[in-house]
Nanobody, 121 residues
Framework: QVQLVESGGGLVQAGGSLRLSCAASGRTFSSDYMGWFRQAPGKEREFVAA????????YYLDSVKGRFTISRDNAKNTIYLQMNSLKPEDTAVYYC??????????????WGQGTQVTVSS
């Protein structure tokens, strides 16, 4: 049973930075992808960034490219999302997940409690 624990959210002014962490336990080798999604009030959950455990390939939502960086620590089974130049439209609950692909994660019924990120203007 995979368990995901997100942390690091908070309130920050526009232009500021936050670093999110997600620790995974019980992950299988078939779940090579791990990533971040977010859900703003009244909107659907959307993909933000992903990384592969095996090679470290990274993938990003267009609107966060150049501002967000996803990284991993294989020894700790933890991924991070460094968020710089934050904008009010980045305000959302951020969730992490793991799976065989980005689509698999997107369709997953398993989500943690997430961590709230609020960017004030």
């Amino acid at each position: 049973q995979v368990q995901l624990v997100e942390s690091g959210g908070g309130l920050v002014q526009a232009g500021g930075s936050l670093r999110l962490s997600c620790a995974a336990s019980g992950r299988t080798f078939s779940s090579d992808y791990m990533g971040w999604f977010r859900q703003a009030p009244g909107k659907e959950r959307e993909f933000v960034a992903a990384i592969t455990w095996s090679i470290g390939n990274t993938y990003y939502l267009d609107s966060v490219k150049g501002r967000f960086t996803i990284s991993r620590d294989n020894a700790k089974n933890t991924i991070y999302l460094q968020m710089n130049s934050l904008k009010p439209e980045d305000t959302a609950v951020y969730y992490c997940n793991t799976g065989a692909s980005i689509s698999t994660m997107r369709l997953s019924a398993r989500w943690g409690q997430g961590t709230q990120v609020t960017v004030s203007s």
